[in-house]
């Protein structure tokens, strides 16, 4: 049976006071005791296993055993996958968002970056409620990296950056694309554009080429727009594998 499963962002070696939320879910949630065992993460790849000390539901005392590096929960390295970037543009609907938040992060995407183009029709972003989101889906698919959220940026500031790997931007429009799954090479950092339920505009896309971007498909059929991110996500992160 999997030991409970927790993050806690700073963690202190050998003995580390829990968060109170944490200790709070741990001895009056789960009514755990001294001398049971967890595990926890600092969602940057490390993971600890610990035996509590100290069962105060305020601030419970763990001492830290054993500890890997690089690994999931399940013992498969991720630092081996390569980069896996999402720019998706925030929707109309922001549950919509938050949901490819989630199936995002549980698939393994490296970096979430909100985006604001000409046909984003909202820009409402609750950075701490998101990135609680991607919390809970690391801890729900027993990762130890933490999908890393950005604050929403510009479209043009975006394409304007450097970025050391394979630059995709997706969209509906008719003209020369290449399938993502055949653009892609192994093991290489990627990024990906999906644009807003109105797509991107002709002028974003022509910018985003000139600036090295490649266009491509994501399939025969029209996505909505977090369909979309999900299938670049998926996709991605299979041939990172």
């Not at 969602?43 to 999931?72: H, M, P, W, Y």
């Not at 909202?122 to 027993?142: D, V």
């Not at 890393?148 to 394979?166: A, C, R, T, V």
Request: aromatic letters at 6%; a neutral charge; proline letters at 3%.
């Amino acid at each position: 049976m999997s030991l409970p499963y927790f993050y806690e962002q700073h963690i202190q070696i050998p003995v580390h006071i829990l968060s109170e939320e944490t200790s709070k879910h741990c001895i009056q949630v789960m009514r755990m005791k001294r001398g049971e065992q967890l595990q926890i993460t600092n969602g940057k790849g490390e993971l600890f296993t610990a035996t509590i000390i100290n069962a105060d539901k305020k601030r419970c005392q763990v001492n830290l055993e054993d500890a890997f590096s690089g690994k999931s929960i399940t013992g498969d390295l991720q630092t081996t996958r390569a980069k896996i970037s999402i720019a998706m543009s925030l929707l109309k609907n922001p549950s919509r968002f938050e949901w490819f938040l989630e199936k995002a992060a549980e698939i393994g995407v490296s970096e979430i970056i909100p985006l604001v183009s000409e046909h984003t029709e909202k820009e409402n972003f609750r950075f701490e409620r998101m990135n609680n989101i991607l919390i809970s889906a690391m801890l729900q698919s027993r990762q130890t990296r933490l999908c890393d959220l950005h604050q929403p940026e510009k479209f043009n500031q975006l394409i304007s950056q450097p970025y050391d790997g394979l630059k995709f931007i997706a969209h509906c429009a008719d003209g020369k694309k290449q399938s993502l799954v055949e653009a892609v090479h192994k093991k290489d950092h990627t990024l990906v554009l999906i644009g807003p339920e109105g797509d991107f505009s002709a002028t974003e896309v022509e910018a985003a080429i000139e600036r090295n971007f490649v266009a491509v498909s994501l399939g025969n059929t029209r996505l909505r727009s977090e369909t979309a991110g999900i299938v670049a996500s998926a996709l991605l992160c299979g041939i990172s594998l």
